[in-house]
C-alpha cells in the first residue's frame, strides 16, 4: 500500500490534513501524481508546478513543500507539505 500524508500550514498552524491511500500497481511516480491530484482536489487547490528544488527535496526526503512559487494561482495558506508515510 502506498500512504501521502498532506498538510497545509500557514503561521507555522496545521490547518488541514489528509492521508491519501492508494493500492494500484502503478509505479511510485504514478501514485505520487495520482495522490496529489487527489489532495488538490479535495484541498479545492489548483496543481502545483514542481520545482528543481521541490524534485530534489522529494527525492532526498520522500517530502516536498509547495510554497506561492509552486502554484499559479494566490494561496491562502504558507505551503502545502506532502510526505509518503508507507510504500510497497
Given at each position: 500500500m502506498f500512504r501521502m500524508w498532506a498538510k497545509v500550514f500557514k503561521d507555522n498552524h496545521l490547518l488541514?490534513?489528509?492521508v491519501i491511500c492508494n493500492e494500484?500497481?502503478?509505479?511510485r511516480t504514478h501514485k505520487?501524481?495520482?495522490a496529489l491530484d487527489e489532495?488538490?482536489?479535495e484541498f479545492?487547490?489548483?496543481?502545483?508546478?514542481?520545482?528543481d528544488a521541490t524534485i530534489a527535496e522529494f527525492k532526498r526526503h520522500a517530502k516536498?513543500?509547495?510554497t506561492q512559487d509552486n502554484?499559479?494561482?494566490q494561496i491562502e495558506f504558507?505551503?502545502?507539505e506532502i510526505h509518503v508515510i508507507e510504500e510497497d
Open positions: 488541514k490534513d489528509t494500484s500497481g502503478d509505479t505520487v501524481f495520482q489532495i488538490c482536489y479545492d487547490l489548483g496543481k502545483p508546478i514542481w520545482l516536498a513543500r509547495f502554484f499559479i494561482e504558507d505551503y502545502l
